[in-house]
């Protein structure tokens, strides 16, 4: 046990001094009880510390998705978005998943936006991200509020998603 407070003992030190690295993995052992007592409210601010760092992607993406889901922490979209918008903007493909699934389902005093949760959504997919590639191919499937129905794009996204083993995507072919 000694190892593990030596361990907590040299990452709080260096996230005191703002190493994000060691903000991130505080952030870990609190969400997931590794060495530590488990603790979202303080796994939370842990990722927040390291979120702030301009290319700190899976912290950005961890706060983001705590806010959106509510775990740990009371749910707020306008949150979720704006700490999944950091690395989004930089290229994180699931942090632009994050966005488009923001913005398809409002909420939260962000409002719904399909063309905004498309763009999004391709941005991901055409990086790879299997659920982005799925989420683009059923927009395209159903449209609605300013997306267009396109079959053949809905068949191409849904194939790339089927492609990476998506059973829905798969269903939908």
Same mark, same amino acid.
């Given at each position: 046990?000694s190892?593990?407070?030596q361990?907590?003992?040299r /990452?709080?030190?260096? =996230?005191k001094k703002?190493?994000c690295?060691?903000?991130?993995?505080?952030? @870990?052992?609190?969400y997931s009880g590794d $060495?530590v #007592?488990q603790?979202?409210?303080?796994? /939370?601010?842990w990722? *927040? !510390?390291?979120?702030?760092?301009?290319?700190?992607?899976?912290?950005q993406?961890k706060?983001?998705t705590m806010?959106? *889901?509510g775990?740990g922490v009371?749910?707020?979209? #306008? @949150? =979720?978005l #704006? %700490?999944?918008?950091?690395?989004a903007?930089q290229?994180y493909?699931?942090?632009?998943d994050?966005v488009?699934r +923001?913005?398809?389902l409002?909420?939260g005093?962000v409002a *719904?936006?399909?063309? !905004?949760?498309?763009? %999004?959504? +391709?941005?991901?997919?055409e990086?790879?991200?299997?659920?982005? @590639?799925?989420?683009a191919?059923?927009m395209y499937?159903?449209?609605?509020?300013?997306?267009? +129905?396109d /079959?053949?794009?809905? !068949?191409? %996204?849904? *194939?790339k998603a089927?492609?990476? $083993?998506?059973? @829905?995507?798969k269903?939908k072919?």
């Amino acid at each position: 046990m000694s190892g593990n407070n030596q361990e907590l003992d040299r /990452l709080l030190e260096a =996230a005191k001094k703002k190493d994000c690295e060691a903000a991130f993995k505080l952030g @870990q052992m609190y969400y997931s009880g590794d $060495g530590v #007592k488990q603790n979202t409210k303080q796994a /939370l601010k842990w990722f *927040t !510390k390291a979120a702030k760092t301009p290319a700190a992607f899976g912290a950005q993406y961890k706060v983001g998705t705590m806010y959106f *889901t509510g775990d740990g922490v009371r749910g707020n979209h #306008k @949150q =979720a978005l #704006k %700490w999944y918008l950091k690395a989004a903007k930089q290229g994180y493909a699931d942090c632009q998943d994050g966005v488009g699934r +923001i913005f398809l389902l409002g909420g939260g005093n962000v409002a *719904t936006n399909y063309k !905004k949760a498309l763009s %999004w959504f +391709i941005k991901a997919a055409e990086q790879g991200h299997v659920d982005a @590639q799925f989420n683009a191919g059923l927009m395209y499937a159903t449209g609605g509020q300013g997306v267009k +129905i396109d /079959l053949g794009k809905s !068949k191409f %996204w849904y *194939t790339k998603a089927a492609e990476q $083993g998506h059973e @829905q995507a798969k269903a939908k072919l």
